[in-house]
């Protein structure tokens, strides 16, 4: 006997009604659903068709943007029905960012010590693995007797030698997925030794 089940979704496109994603990485949406076959799924954004097939799924390979934002939707149907998904409200934006992005100038003696504090950053919490690392002059700072640097990134500098005048110090803020290495700077701390 031939079976005419209209379609049902058993697994809507995200676990949450909204979720964030990375700029520059690459979106991929799926669906899943039973009834009688073939099944024919049309994926909107922002109630726009942005495909209409038979494949479960939507992704976007070449990196979303911020015009990538907004509901998704999809529509499952067959010749015997048609069933629509939950929504669900996409968010691109920069996983990281410094909002204060003009130099400070910083004095200090020679021979004296300054604590330069770890720049405000606002990151999403995405997958993938983050580090915070100090440069001066564009190098990475290592372990040194000169510097020290908290628990809480702030760059604690000793014994200042006249040769630091004028060295530019900042944050690089680095990002790592399966898909994407995305580096931040920081404005820069101009160091004025006397």
């Known amino acids: 006997m031939l079976q005419t089940t209209p379609p049902e979704i058993t697994r809507q496109i995200y676990s949450q009604s909204s979720t964030i994603i990375q700029s520059g990485t690459n979106l991929y949406l799926s669906i899943e659903a039973s009834g009688t076959m073939p099944l024919r799924y049309t994926w909107r954004h922002n109630d726009t068709v942005v495909q209409n097939d038979t494949l479960p799924y939507y992704r976007i390979l070449d990196g979303v943007q911020a015009s990538h934002s907004g509901t998704y939707r999809v529509t499952v149907e067959n010749s015997f029905g048609k069933v629509r998904s939950l929504p669900l409200k996409l968010t691109v934006k920069d996983l990281g960012s410094f909002p204060n992005v003009s130099d400070t100038n910083v004095n200090v ?83 004025n030794v006397t």
């Open 109 to 191: 003696q020679t021979g004296k010590a300054v604590v330069l504090p770890m720049p405000e950053i606002s990151y999403l919490n995405v997958k993938g693995s983050f580090s915070v690392d100090w440069v001066k002059n564009d190098v990475k700072i290592g372990s040194s007797s000169e510097y020290y640097i908290t628990l809480d990134y702030d760059l604690a500098l000793f014994n200042i030698p006249l040769n630091f005048n004028q060295s530019r110090f900042r944050v690089k803020f680095t990002h790592t997925t399966s898909i994407k290495f995305l580096e931040y700077y920081s404005q820069n701390c101009i160091l």
